[in-house]
């Protein structure tokens, strides 16, 4: 790196404080606000290392710039692969180097929009972005930080969101991530069934008591204070529709087969 250029961490330049207890229990001192500042901007660069790494291993390994470096525990031969130079080198494991090669793309543009994306959000969106593109994933990630806001994009919210989306999903790779992200918005909104007026005064009065109660108990698993009927109801057609996982359409067939 030339003198000119100055990496993220450098403008640290040994800033971190060591760790020492608190001056009191009240609000920070003027030393613990400093203190605290120059700590979160440590912990910001995490996410900034984890694509930086991801994007240096993926051009070593795309440029197999490893082939002439000699093994470290066998000198007579070089490296063979990118997995093999990374764990012996710097042990990293070959899963992790799968890891970091896979989601530097969706890091690197997210930090280049100002997003501060921790490694286990950008995991989240790597699956989606191997079938619709990179402007989509990024779409995905905007998409939450505008409904949700910074404080509450969580990967938890990111795993679910992307479960939301049709299996027919059809994105253009050449619209702007912003434009995915409105467009992902309302393939969601179009794939949430409408529950008819006529249909929700259907269900008898004990099997709405069922339900809801169920629902506070799926609620609970879930960490979320309440979980509307409609959600289930959206979530339950999702898994009845699965071909690949028959087990509701299963029940639900042997329930009628019974009720005949």
Known sequence: MSATMTAPWDRLDGKIP????????????????ARLEACLAGIELLS????????????????????????????????????????????????????????WQIGEILNARGYKAPEGQVREI????????????????????????????????????????????????EDDATVIAQSLAGAIKAATPVIPKSAKGALPADLKRDVDRRSVVLAGQLNRERIPRSEVLSHLLAAFADEGDPRVFDAVLERMKASS
């Open 18 to 33: 060591n760790p020492v207890g608190p001056e009191g229990a009240g609000d920070l001192t003027a030393d613990e606000q």
């Open 48 to 103: 900034t290392a984890t694509w930086i790494a991801g994007k240096s291993l993926d051009t070593v390994a795309t440029g197999r710039l490893f082939r002439k470096l000699p093994h470290k525990l066998e000198p007579e031969r070089c490296f063979t692969t990118i997995e093999e130079w990374a764990e012996t080198e710097h042990g990293i494991s070959r899963s992790r180097c799968s890891q970091l090669r896979d989601g």
């Open 126 to 173: 790597v699956p989606f972005f191997k079938r619709h593109g990179i402007k989509a994933a990024v779409g995905v990630y905007e998409m939450v930080f505008q409904a949700a806001g910074a404080d509450k994009v969580t990967a938890k919210r990111l795993r679910e969101t992307v479960k939301l989306f049709p299996g027919d999903l059809a994105l253009s790779d």
